[in-house]
């Protein structure tokens, strides 16, 4: 791995300025691509990376990331890290110059870099405007610039840009209004918009995908299920917000992999190109319905699930369509909650030493008008 640290966005150019991908023989030459994922030391980003190196030997990839304090190249094996098929460049998506020297390289993007924690942009929203929107833009700028190499551009929207479902017996398809609830959910929807005004006016290759909640392995400790894992791991309570009644669609971040994969390899990209398309599996599960399950499989007693105050601007229910994303993309989860959840679960308990040191950023302290805190 090239690890590059970046001090001033001259220096930025200098240093991407080598960012070559490796050479390959004519055969394998002929299905090389370079890819480049912004955010994959994240969570979702870098269970997908995992995927696609494993999936394509003949692929480079250039991942973007400022190591927030989500991301963490901790994520990502060491058999990657060390390949000449990958660079890491250390450095943030709202830096054009950066931005630019890679999409210049660039066949396929995946742009998944986000402030990406509902809570905390109650705490502090400032950064989320910033990362989520102005470095939605400095993405699309460069892309236009470089519309004629790169093949296929995905954003990683969610499904927190349309609030909470309009009609609760409906499931919620990409023409549902969107109406975010917080300021994450705001940001985000202001870079799904975004890319959607930059496709009108200049054509570009892009395509939205609207991911519905995510879980599996890596993902930070401030997330519900990871929390709850974890708290039942020491023997401590899984915290519940208000009744635990709010509803979400949960898909595996493996069978998110898949459906990103199938976008960027479906013979026919007009088919789906300008297209805003959700990812999730149909049903419905309750917070408490996890809570209760995890709570099962560590054989706790009733009394260590305890209901805290409901967060501010909380969804009440998120149920996907399924419809598009198995017609354009011939795309369905194949991972049950139930089996996830176990995977995932055993995911934590075999690997304390990459949660632990999470611990102290699992909660987040929100004000209320009446000026109380109440960590959620
Ligand atoms: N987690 C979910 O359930 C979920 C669901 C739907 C959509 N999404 C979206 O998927 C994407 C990835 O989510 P995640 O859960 O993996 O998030 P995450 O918080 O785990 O990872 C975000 C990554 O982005 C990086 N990052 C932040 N600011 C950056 C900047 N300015 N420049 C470069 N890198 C930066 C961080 O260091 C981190 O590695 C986000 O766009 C998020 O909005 C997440």
């Known amino acids: 791995m090239k690890r590059v640290y970046l001090l001033s966005s001259l220096f930025a150019l200098l240093i991407c300025a080598q960012a ?25 980003g870098s269970n997908f990376l995992k995927y696609m190196f494993d999936k394509y030997p003949n692929y480079n990839f250039i991942v973007l990331d400022i190591l927030t304090y989500a991301g963490s190249l901790d994520n990502i094996p060491h058999y990657i890290q060390e390949s000449p098929r990958f660079q890491f460049v250390y450095g943030s998506v709202t830096n054009p110059f950066l931005v630019d020297s890679i999409m210049a390289q660039s066949d396929l993007v995946v742009h998944f ?68 609830r917080t300021p994450y959910a ?32 890596q993902q930070h400790l ?32 493996l069978d998110v992999a898949r459906a990103l994969d199938a976008a960027l390899h479906c013979k026919d990209f007009n088919k789906i190109k ?23 499989h560590f054989n706790l007693p009733p009394e260590s699930l305890v209901f805290t105050n ?14 598009k994303s198995k017609e354009l993309l011939g795309w369905e989860p194949i991972i049950s909650l139930e089996d996830g959840l176990k995977e995932v679960i055993e995911w934590y308990k075999t690997h304390p030493a990459r949660w632990k040191k999470m ?4 909660e987040v302290p929100v004000r209320s008008p009446l000026g109380i805190e109440v960590k959620y």
């Open 20 to 44: 070559k991908p490796v050479e390959l023989s004519n055969k394998e030459a002929a299905h090389e691509k370079t890819v480049f994922l912004t955010g994959a030391a994240g969570f979702i």
């Open 113 to 180: 870099a986000a402030e990406s924690h509902v809570t905390r942009s109650i705490y502090d929203d400032a950064t989320f405007f910033d990362t989520d929107v102005m470095g939605t833009r400095v993405m699309m700028a460069s892309l236009v610039k470089h519309a004629k190499k790169v093949e296929r551009f995905i954003h990683i929207s969610t499904s927190e840009v349309l609030g909470t479902a309009e009609d609760e017996s409906q499931l919620m398809d990409e023409n549902h209004p969107i109406n975010p």
């Open 186 to 217: 705001a940001a985000k929807a202001g870079a799904d918009r975004l890319v959607y005004a930059y496709w009108c006016t200049f054509d570009i290759p892009a395509l939205i995908i609207r991911p519905f909640n995510n879980y599996g392995p």
């Open 222 to 253: 401030e997330k519900f299920i990871p929390r709850a894992i974890t708290a039942a791991i020491k023997g401590e309570a899984i915290k519940v917000h208000g009744d635990g009644s709010q509803e979400r669609d949960w898909v595996h971040t």
């Open 274 to 296: 300008n297209q805003v398309i959700h990812i999730g599996s149909g049903k419905a599960t309750s917070i408490l319905d996890i809570a209760t399950i995890i709570k099962n």
């Open 310 to 323: 409901d967060r501010p601007g909380q969804v009440a229910r998120h149920i996907s369509s399924t419809q």
């Open 359 to 362: 611990e102290p950023m699992k």
